[in-house]
């Protein structure tokens, strides 16, 4: 099993930066694939980022440019740099993980996930 716990949200202004991290326990040299997800009140959950072991990223057309999605050598660590940040950014960010290649779009897919950290961006 994998645990997964996030941290670094908060409230920031628009044009600020944030950064998240999401810190994996337990089985982790099972992974192959993490990222991030994020769902605001009302509306449906969107993936922002995925980064496999080889270290190929992918993101989402909305944060492409402004979020650098990192992890650490040891795949232990997971990072989303926020920059440029947005009203529409605010959101619970889920940090995810799965076993298999990187899939977009398809939290069910993945078979780990933390339990959230909220951001929030002012206007």
């Known amino acids: 099993q994998v645990q997964l716990v996030e941290s670094g949200g908060g409230s920031v202004q628009a044009g600020g930066s944030l950064r998240l991290s999401c810190a994996a326990y337990g089985y982790t040299y099972s992974l192959y694939c993490m990222g991030w997800f994020r769902q605001a009140p009302g509306k449906e959950r969107e993936w922002v980022a995925v980064?496999?072991?080889?270290?190929?990223?992918n993101y989402a057309d909305s944060v492409k440019g402004r979020f650098t999605i990192s992890q650490d050598s040891a795949k232990n660590n997971l990072y989303l740099q926020m920059n440029s940040l947005k009203p529409e950014d605010t959101a619970m960010y889920s940090c995810?993980?799965?076993?298999?290649?990187?899939?977009?779009?398809?939290?069910?897919?993945?078979?780990?996930w933390g339990q959230g950290t909220q951001v929030t961006v002012s206007s």
């Open positions: 980064i496999d072991s080889d270290d190929n990223t």
């Open positions: 995810v993980a799965r076993t298999n290649s990187c899939v977009r779009g398809r939290f069910d897919l993945y078979n780990y």
